[in-house]
């Protein structure tokens, strides 16, 4: 069972350089999430959804955008990287309510 | 949104001994309170969770606990082990209406052989 899948797992950006992170969930989850996590600082909520179609803003959400077009599929965007952006991001999903989060391996992140 | 922290937030014990983790949240409505362990290089994973008509559910050598009135849910943890070291992240959760998860600021757990 893959469960949740993030690409990459590694990249390096040049500040002003754009991406795509890749989250792919195959167990028909409603509810998607993206987090950074940053040394002493836990994991932070950037984005979610709550269906396909769907997205809304958590925690830190400047700087990125994200997509929900196919139920399986949650992309996180950055349009111009900066190296605050520098940091491990990971997605989560969760299916009914009151259940557990299953997390990918995370994307270290480095901007230069 | 919920306010939650964890205490402490780095915690050494010796082999064999008890580690207890403490998480107060600020929702009143959270109705769901799981706790994730996340090793090194990994994300995290659910490792005992207990819901709002429960006030202890174990599971061999980690427990979870809960006080609704004051608003805090510990994990207890026996007889630690070496494999036991890791961070350890509560995320209490108010799935009415929509559900966001929030995790606490973590604590990292060392279990000194």
């Known amino acids: 069972n893959a469960g949740v899948t993030q690409t990459p797992k590694f990249r390096v950006l040049k500040t002003g350089q754009s991406m795509t992170l890749l989250c792919a969930q195959d167990m028909n989850h409603e509810y998607m999430y993206w987090y950074r996590q940053d040394p002493g600082m836990g994991l932070r909520l950037i984005h979610y959804s709550v269906g396909e179609g769907t997205t809304a803003k958590g925690e830190v959400p400047d700087g990125y955008n994200v997509s929900r077009l196919k139920k399986q599929n949650f992309l996180l965007g950055l349009e111009s990287a900066a190296p605050s952006q520098t940091s491990v991001y990971f997605c989560?999903?969760?299916?009914?309510?009151?259940?557990?989060?299953?997390f990918g391996q995370g994307t270290r992140l480095t901007v230069v | 949104g919920e306010n939650v922290e964890q205490h402490p937030s780095t915690l050494s014990v010796q082999e064999g001994d008890s580690a207890v983790i403490k998480c107060t949240y600020s929702?009143?409505?959270?109705?769901?309170f799981p706790w994730y362990k996340q090793e090194l290089g990994k994300g995290p994973q659910l490792i005992i969770d207990i819901r709002s008509n429960v006030g202890e559910k174990k599971d061999q050598r980690i427990a979870v606990t809960l006080n609704k009135t004051a608003k805090h849910f510990s994990l207890h943890i026996t007889e630690t082990q070496p494999e036991d070291s890791a961070v350890y992240f509560c995320a209490p959760l108010n799935s009415g209406g929509y559900q966001k998860v929030t995790f606490g600021t973590g604590t990292k757990l060392q279990v000194i052989p």
């Open positions: 929702d009143s409505a959270s109705n769901y």
């Open positions: 989560a999903s969760s299916g009914e309510l009151n259940t557990e989060a299953f």
